[in-house]
C-alpha cells in the first residue's frame, strides 16, 4: 500500500495537489465535441477503475496466439484455420511456425481467431465469434500466467488498475466429477455426493494452480525487479466462471467448485455462468441453472455471483426466453450483478426490474462491441441509454478483447456514440470498483452517485494518501477502500490536466 500511496504521490505531484483540491472545477469536457482522436487518446489517459467482465482466454489478439502455437510447437489445421496439438504429420497439418512464412495463411488464421472480417466464410457474428475458442483451444491453460500477464498490462497502459478476470479453474475435472455422480433431483444430496466423491482435492489443486498462473505472470512482468512492468501495478481477483452447455449434473460440480474457492482463497471473490446463452442447452436448462446458483450460494450469502443473463435477441431465441432470464438470475440465483443484459426491456415488468435493480444496486456489465458484433445491436438498439436513466447503475467492460480486437478504452470511446457523457464514462469507472466483489468497506456512503464519502474520509477524497486516522485506518484495512482511494488520486490528476468536475 505504500508503494500505491507514494505512486499516486508521484502523479499528484506533476500537477500539484493544490490544483487538484483547491478552487471551482473547470467545466466537464464536452466528448460530442471532440474529434474521434481526441476521444481517443482521451479515453485512453482517463482512468477507468477496473474491468468487471473479462474471459482472459478470450483477451488475447490473434497475433500473440500464433507466436505461442509456434514456441510451443503446435500445428494448424489449414482446411479449418484452427490450432491442432503435435505431431504435425497428419493429412492438412502444418506448424505453426511455417504461418509466418506464408502470408495467406497467417491472414487467414488471424481472421479464424478474430472477428475482424466481417462475415468470414459466411458466418454470423455470433456463430463466428464463439466458434473461436474450439479453433484456439489447443493453446491449453500452460499459458494461463501469459494470458494473465499480458492482461494485466495492457490495463495499466490505459491507467486502468483493477481486474476480476473470469477463469475455468479445475473444469474438465470438476465435469468429470459432476457426471460420476449424476443428476439428483435433490440438490443437497447432490452436493454431499460431489464433496464425496473428492471435491477438497479439486480446490487444492485450483490454489495450486492459480499459485502457478500468478506466479508466472509476475515472471513475465518482472514484478520485483528493476525492469518491473506497469502491469505489476494491477489488483487481480478472480471469478470462477462454469459452463452452460454442459450436462447439468457436470455445471453443478463447477458451481460447487466455485463456491468452495471463494470461501478457501481470497483472490477468488464470485462465480459466473458463460457460454453461449442461447445455445439449445443453456436455454432449456436455465431455469434449473438458477436454482442451482442460488442453492449453492445461499443466494449469494456463500459466494456472490454476476451472471451473463439476458445476452439475447429474437435472432437467437424465441419471444418465452427473452420474457425472464434476468429475473430469474436475480430472483432466484440471487445474482449481484448482470452480464450484457441486452433483452431487459423484453422482460415482463421491465420497468419494475430496472427500477428493482437500481433500488437494490444490481449492476450490468456493459460489452459494447460484443453486443454490435454477436447480436447485431446499434447504438439506438442498446439498453444502454434506458438503463442508465432508470438509475441501473452500469459499468463498461470488454468481454473479449483481444478476440474482437478492442481494448477498455475502446469501450469508453464508443460510449459517446451511445449518448453517453464524460460524467457517465466517471461513473463507470467508479461503478467499477464500488460493485466490485472486492473485500471490505467502500469510499463511498453513496454508490452509484458518489456525491458522499465515507464518513471518515470527508474532504480527503482525491489526495495522495489520507490523513493519519480513521481514514488511513479504514483505506489500510479494506481492500475495496483501498482501490478505490488510488482510483480517486489518479482521477483528481487527470481532472486536473484534462479539465472535469470532481
Not at 45 to 64: D, Q, R, S, V, Y
Not at 102 to 117: A, K, P, V
Not at 329 to 347: S, T
Not at 455 to 482: F, T
Request: proline share 6%; aromatic share 6%.
Amino acid at each position: 500500500m505504500t508503494r500505491m500511496f507514494a505512486a499516486c504521490a508521484r502523479l499528484l505531484g506533476a500537477v500539484g495537489v493544490a490544483a487538484v483540491l483547491a478552487g471551482p472545477a473547470m467545466a466537464a469536457p464536452d466528448l460530442a465535441g471532440m474529434t474521434k482522436g481526441e476521444r481517443i487518446a482521451f479515453t485512453k489517459a482517463m482512468p477507468k477503475g477496473g474491468e468487471l467482465h473479462n474471459h482472459i482466454a478470450g483477451a488475447i489478439f490473434p497475433e500473440t496466439l500464433l507466436a505461442w502455437a509456434a514456441e510451443d510447437g503446435l500445428c494448424v489445421d489449414v482446411a479449418e484455420l484452427a490450432l491442432a496439438p503435435p505431431p504435425c504429420a497428419g493429412e492438412g497439418l502444418r506448424p505453426a511456425a511455417e504461418a509466418f512464412a506464408d502470408e495467406g495463411l497467417y491472414s487467414g488464421l488471424l481472421d479464424s481467431f478474430s472477428t475482424r472480417h466481417e462475415g468470414f466464410r459466411d458466418r454470423s457474428g455470433h456463430d463466428q465469434f464463439f466458434g473461436v475458442f474450439g479453433r484456439i483451444g489447443a493453446i491449453g491453460p500452460q499459458r494461463s500466467g501469459d494470458m494473465l500477464a499480458l492482461v494485466m498490462d495492457d490495463l495499466a497502459h490505459q491507467n486502468t488498475f483493477y481486474l476480476e478476470a473470469m477463469v475455468t479453474p479445475q473444469g474438465q475435472a470438476a465435469a468429470a466429477l459432476g457426471i460420476k455422480v449424476g443428476l439428483r433431483e435433490d440438490l443437497a444430496e447432490m452436493k454431499a455426493a460431489v464433496d464425496q466423491a473428492g471435491l477438497g482435492a479439486l480446490v487444492s489443486a485450483a490454489i495450486a494452480g492459480t499459485d502457478a498462473m500468478e506466479a508466472r505472470a509476475r515472471q513475465v512482468l518482472a514484478c520485483g525487479t528493476p525492469q518491473a512492468r506497469p502491469g505489476c501495478q494491477v489488483t487481480v481477483r478472480y471469478l470462477v466462471q462454469t459452463i452452460r452447455t454442459l450436462p447439468p449434473e457436470a455445471t453443478f460440480a463447477q458451481l460447487q467448485l466455485g463456491v468452495a474457492l471463494v470461501q478457501a482463497d481470497r483472490r477468488w471473490v464470485g462465480l459466473q455462468m458463460v457460454a453461449p446463452e442461447d445455445h439449445p442447452a443453456a436455454l432449456a436448462n436455465y431455469p434449473l441453472h438458477m436454482e442451482m446458483v442460488g442453492f449453492l450460494t445461499g443466494r449469494g450469502q456463500l459466494a456472490p455471483a454476476a451472471l451473463h443473463a439476458g445476452e439475447l435477441t429474437f435472432d437467437y431465441a424465441p419471444p418465452e426466453h427473452l420474457r425472464d432470464h434476468i429475473a430469474q438470475a436475480l430472483r432466484v440465483a440471487g445474482a449481484r450483478r448482470i452480464g450484457h443484459g441486452v433483452d431487459l426491456p423484453h422482460e415482463i415488468g421491465a420497468e419494475a426490474l430496472a427500477a428493482d435493480m437500481a433500488e437494490r444496486g444490481v449492476l450490468v456489465e456493459v460489452n459494447l462491441t460484443s453486443n454490435a458484433v454477436i447480436l447485431d445491436l446499434a447504438p439506438d438498439e442498446h439498453p444502454y441509454a434506458w438503463l442508465r436513466q432508470r438509475g441501473v447503475p452500469v459499468s463498461l467492460s470488454t468481454d473479449d478483447a483481444g478476440l474482437l480486437r478492442i481494448d477498455l478504452s475502446h469501450e469508453y470511446e464508443r460510449a459517446e456514440a451511445y449518448g453517453a457523457t464524460y460524467e457517465d464514462l466517471k461513473r463507470s469507472a467508479r461503478n467499477a470498483l464500488a460493485f466490485s466483489f472486492l473485500a471490505g468497506e467502500g469510499l463511498w456512503a453513496d454508490p452509484g452517485t458518489y456525491r458522499r464519502p465515507h464518513a471518515a474520509c470527508r474532504g480527503q477524497v482525491g489526495r495522495a494518501e489520507p490523513r493519519p486516522g480513521a481514514c488511513a485506518d479504514l483505506v489500510a484495512a479494506s481492500d475495496k477502500a483501498r482501490e478505490q482511494w488510488r482510483h480517486e488520486a489518479l482521477l483528481a490528476a487527470f481532472e486536473a490536466e484534462h479539465g472535469g468536475r470532481r
